[in-house]
């Protein structure tokens, strides 16, 4: 008996302020016009002073739970992928675990920046495969307007805030196929937020705000993109036309234009979010695949790659038989 891990509900939150961009280029010197043309984002979300990423990731676990119809004690193990926890410990996870009113319950976090959400499914399909668990909550879920510079037109353009959240559940039905994660160390400088109260330089005051060099993220996630599809076809002795939908990390329109194409896929078949949300980060693939799931565009039975990249490098996909 082939034991799969099955999506059986998911949800998603996004915050009531949207922020355009001509908002933001009343304050930097962008436009519109420039914003639109290179990265495919009108607007984002911002959370509220209130919010937070736990508390985002309720809203949309508890979205989740209600598609699943199960009752939140019936969760084995909760997995949060955040760069921005509301404490560096506990972990988001845990502060989720106690807003869902939960106890016999494992929780934590996985930091894997853009990625962290493909990283967490990956785990989680292994701990429904050995047999350890039977019920996953994978959460994103990301407060990114509280670690971007807003007076840093080359960053504060792309980022917004969101959560996105996926059951799985142990069954003979299909489910998750595969799911490939990789990293690679040696790219720290061209992505990075530092951790202001954990200097690892006592002279270097860094700010706790985004930094990227993004032309040369950009190179490098359309080329590792490119890989990960091909190794995830591979993986499952699947074609190009075998995926029915695409769901990528939103960081810029013009990557997804090139995987897709790598992929001979139609933009029909590629769910978009960007345009209205941004980069939510770890959050962007699974708020991108809840609202798909939700309007109908993702069927049950049909082949779905997710895919992501970001800091590290961290890079994954996760292909799914829905
Ligand atoms: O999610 C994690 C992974 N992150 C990503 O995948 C992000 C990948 N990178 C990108 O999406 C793109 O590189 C950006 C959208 C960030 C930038 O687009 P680009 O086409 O790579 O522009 P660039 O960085 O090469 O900059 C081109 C010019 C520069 O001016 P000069 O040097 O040519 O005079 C920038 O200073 O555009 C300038 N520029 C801007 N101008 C107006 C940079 N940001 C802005 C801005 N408004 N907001």
């Not at 509280?146 to 959560?163: E, P, Q, Y």
């Not at 040696?186 to 985004?210: M, R």
């Not at 309007?295 to 990249?309: N, P």
Request: charged content about 20%; glycine content about 8%.
């Amino acid at each position: 008996m082939i034991r799969y891990s099955r999506v059986i509900g998911t949800g998603g939150y996004l915050p009531a302020e949207v922020r355009t961009n001509d908002q933001i280029s009343q304050t930097v010197d962008t436009s519109d016009s420039w914003i639109y043309e290179r990265t495919g984002i009108k607007s984002r979300r911002i959370a509220g002073p209130d919010e937070s990423a736990a508390s985002m990731a309720e809203i949309a676990a508890r979205q989740a739970i209600d598609a699943a119809q199960i009752n939140p004690e019936e969760i084995d193990l909760i997995i949060v992928a955040t760069g921005t926890p509301d404490r560096i410990y506990p972990s988001t996870g845990c502060l989720l675990q106690q807003r869902l009113g939960i106890k016999n319950t494992v929780a934590f976090d996985v930091q894997a920046a853009c990625s962290g959400s493909i990283f967490a499914l990956s785990i989680a399909d292994q701990y429904i495969k050995s047999g350890a668990v039977r019920t996953v909550l994978v959460v994103g879920s990301e407060i990114c307007s509280r670690i971007v510079d807003w007076t840093d037109r080359s960053t504060c353009i792309l980022f917004g805030d969101g959560a996105g959240a996926i059951l799985l559940r142990a069954s003979e039905e299909t489910g998750v196929l595969s799911t490939h994660i990789h990293s690679d160390g040696e790219y720290e400088d061209l992505l990075y937020c530092p951790n202001p109260q954990v200097a690892i330089d006592a002279n270097k005051h860094e700010a706790g705000y985004i930094s990227m060099r993004g032309n040369e993220v950009f190179k490098v996630a359309v080329n590792t993109l490119g890989r990960i599809v091909d190794e995830t076809l591979e993986a499952n002795n699947m074609d190009k036309a075998d995926i029915d939908w695409l769901v990528p990390h939103q960081a810029n329109i013009r990557i997804i234009i090139a995987t897709a194409k790598k992929l001979k896929m139609s933009m029909d078949q590629v769910v978009v979010t960007l345009e209205n949300q941004g980069n939510t980060s770890s959050a962007s693939v699974l708020i991108a695949f809840n609202e798909a799931v939700r309007d109908g565009r993702i069927q049950r039975g049909q082949v779905v790659l997710l895919e992501a990249f970001g800091a590290g490098f961290t890079w994954g996909s996760a292909l799914i038989k829905y």
